[in-house]
């Protein structure tokens, strides 16, 4: 998936993402680590030209941090939590239980712009730009080049 077919992706998504919003929904995205977050701020950025909505807001949320991260909350929000690869849905179980702990979002949608398939968690990702089922000893990665993406590769292993 080249940079050209990257960004097609995502601004289909965020259309996605943009007919669900009701003009009193106030949206938090949510981007996992370095290349979700990467995911979700260009995702914002479509929907903050495609829309006139005002409360649209984008945060970072980093999975394996040993540190205490603020969170805002969420309660009565549509959380949109992004992520560039689902693949077990670890990743995405633990972001759901900490920045949903305590809160009470009015809706959560799990994004992703690549799905491997392959869950141990039982995470689904509604919005999804490519489903591409990996076999074993195969990794997919997304290759950002200045905090921007580049590319989407399918590695075998040897």
């Known amino acids: 998936m080249d940079k050209n077919h990257i960004s097609r992706t995502i601004k289909r ?6 007919e ?3 003009e009193d929904d106030d949206l938090m995205i949510f981007g996992l680590n370095k290349r979700g977050y990467a995911v979700a701020s260009e995702l914002y950025s479509v929907i ?3 829309s006139d909505h005002s409360s649209v807001n984008l945060f970072r949320f980093n ?3 040993n540190s205490q991260q603020n969170l ?7 959380v949109l939590i992004v992520d560039d690869v689902i693949f077990s849905g670890e990743s995405m179980f633990s972001a759901l239980t900490s920045i949903c702990h305590s809160n ?12 491997r398939g392959h869950r141990t968690y039982p995470i689904h990702a509604e919005l999804t730009g490519m489903n591409v089922p990996t076999k074993f000893g195969e990794h997919i990665e997304v290759i950002l080049n200045d905090e921007e ?8 292993n040897s």
Do not use: G, N, R
């Not at 998504?13 to 943009?18: E, G």
């Not at 979002?105 to 690549?114: A, G, N």
């Open 48 to 50: 903050k030209k495609v």
């Open 104 to 115: 009470k979002p009015d809706k959560i949608e799990v994004l992703s712009l690549i799905d």
């Open 72 to 78: 805002p909350s969420t309660t009565e929000k549509f």
């Open 20 to 22: 669900q919003l009701s």
């Open 149 to 156: 993406l580049e590319q989407v590769v399918l590695f075998k």
């Open 13 to 18: 998504l965020a259309m996605q993402v943009w």
């Open 63 to 65: 999975v394996h941090s």
